[in-house]
């Protein structure tokens, strides 16, 4: 088996201080960079949205972040603007051993769909091309680490179970936003899903 570390979205925008941070999102940096060394093939994904977002809150008049609303493809939580093409907040974390990254795979950067996982965007369907990559690369099981455990994280490691990759989450190494019980049901779905995590 060819293994691979994909890290999710450790961006700055996701880290304290950032636009949309995560509680301690900054804090799982060294162990990430300590894990890269132990992996032949080391992933990045780097949240990757144009200005005015169809995910962000100031993009729909009336409407708050953390909003939930219906878009075409399904349900979307409006989100603070964040991760806006070239900006400060969607670098990596400065900490981050990016140079060790074979691939920096962007993401979000339809302006229509969101896209949470790093395989498909929101709809589902839309393919982001990771899936080829991997599988032209030979690479058939992936460890997750990054943020956020229950958005980003739960579904590229979802989609990536149902692909039929080995998927293995290293939960000390993620953090979550919890939003409503979201950091439960992202457990539960990616459990369901046969990801282990650790
Ligand atoms: C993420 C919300 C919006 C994430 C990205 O990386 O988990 N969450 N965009
Ligand atoms: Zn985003």
């Given at each position: 088996m060819t293994r691979a570390l994909l890290v999710i979205d450790v961006q700055k925008d996701f880290?304290?201080?950032?636009?949309?941070a995560v509680e301690e999102?900054?804090?799982?940096v060294p162990g990430i960079n300590a894990l890269?060394?132990?992996?032949p093939a080391v992933l990045l994904t780097q949240d990757w949205h144009p200005a005015g977002h169809s995910s962000f809150a100031t993009s729909h008049e009336g409407k708050s972040p953390f909003d939930l609303i219906d878009m075409s493809y399904g349900p979307q939580v409006l989100w603070p603007d964040?991760?806006?093409?070239?900006?400060?907040?969607?670098?990596?974390?400065?900490?981050?051993?990016?140079?060790?990254?074979d691939l920096i795979l962007r993401k979000g950067?339809?302006?229509d769909i969101d896209s949470y996982s790093a395989f498909f965007e929101n709809d589902h369907t839309t393919p982001t091309g990771l899936e080829g990559y991997l599988r032209t690369r030979g690479i058939d099981d992936l460890t997750l680490v990054g943020l956020a455990t229950d958005f980003c994280v739960n579904f590229s490691a979802v989609d990536a179970a149902k692909l039929g990759f080995k998927v293995t989450v290293r939960s000390d190494l993620c953090r979550g936003i919890?939003?409503?019980?979201s950091m439960q049901a992202a457990l539960e779905s990616m459990a369901e899903a046969q990801v282990t995590i650790t």
């Open positions: 880290c304290p201080g950032g636009a949309l999102g900054d804090v799982i890269m060394t132990d992996f964040h991760c806006i093409q070239g900006s400060l907040g969607a670098q990596f974390h400065p900490d981050l051993t990016v140079d060790r990254a950067y339809n302006p919890d939003l409503g019980g």
